[in-house]
């Protein structure tokens, strides 16, 4: 089992940014592609980015495309994600999740979640 604790949400302006980390234990970190999802208020949860087990493949939900960057530090066993550019829209819970695939953006494809981490965006 992999444990997931995210942290750097709170409350920024329109426009700001934040890093949100996701500290990862319990097995090889570098076996699992890594993920961020959203939940916002009365929405399901949604896709935001992706990284390979490496490092190296990334991918993005069309929304958060040229405004957020997924990365990862295996030595540390943490994923981050930056985010700039912030808009009231992404207000959501953001979490981590991690799959034994290389990469997946379907949540389905995630065995384990962190508890999440809240961002508030304030126009």
């Known amino acids: 089992q992999v444990q997931l604790v995210e942290s750097g949400g709170g409350l920024v302006q329109a426009g700001g940014s934040l890093r949100l980390s996701c500290a990862a234990s319990?097995?090889?970190?570098?076996?699992?592609?890594m993920g961020w999802f959203r939940q916002g208020p009365g929405s399901e949860r949604e896709f935001v980015a992706a990284?390979?087990?490496?490092?190296?493949?990334?991918g993005y939900a069309d929304s958060v495309k040229g405004r957020f960057t997924i990365s990862r530090d295996n030595a540390g066993n943490t994923v981050y994600l930056q985010m700039n550019s912030l808009k009231p829209e992404d207000t959501a819970v953001y979490y981590c999740?991690?799959?034994?695939?290389?990469?997946?953006?379907?949540?389905?494809?995630?065995?384990?979640w962190g508890q999440g981490t809240q961002v508030t965006v304030s126009t």
């Open positions: 999740a991690a799959t034994p695939r290389y990469y997946a953006s379907n949540p389905g494809g995630y065995d384990y």
């Open positions: 319990g097995r090889t970190f570098s076996n699992y592609g």
């Open positions: 990284i390979g087990r490496s490092g190296i493949s990334t």
